[in-house]
């Protein structure tokens, strides 16, 4: 279909920068894979990232997650957090913000690496 010719494959790569309560995270990463449509924003499905960052213990440590509708699941009771991923044009420089518990965490995407151009159609 010519409508979905522009969709890419790509991984998002994002920096914390703080906010007026906390102080920039400077060993916190974040990596997303998932599918842009041609306005780019994320197509709808369940998309799959990892999270770098400090655990309650204060390790580095890495955890996985699914993208859902407006959440980054951790795939058990342990955590959901909000985010306002889906709701914005996808490119460099831009900010979102994950909310976990009352706490609103501000990143910018760093990188929008290119995996490949696909035809892609959720699953109904």
């Not at 306005?39 to 890495?62: A, C, Q, T």
């Not at 044009?89 to 913000?97: H, L």
Request: charge should be negative; aromatic fraction near 10%.
């Amino acid at each position: 279909m010519e409508e979905n010719k522009n969709q890419r494959f790509v991984i998002i790569t994002a920096i914390d920068v703080g906010c007026s309560n906390n102080p920039r995270d400077t060993e916190f990463s974040f990596w997303l894979q998932c599918i842009l449509d041609n306005d780019n924003r994320i197509m709808p499905g369940h998309w799959y990232g990892i999270v770098k960052e400090r655990d309650i213990d204060g390790d580095l440590s890495k955890f996985p997650f699914v993208l859902s509708e407006n959440s980054l699941d951790y795939g058990s009771a342990i955590r959901s957090e909000g985010t306002n991923l889906r709701n914005i044009p996808i490119s460099t420089g831009e900010y979102f913000t994950r909310i976990i518990d009352e706490d609103e965490r501000t990143h910018k995407i760093e990188e929008i690496k290119l995996l490949g151009k696909i035809d892609y159609r959720p699953l109904r």
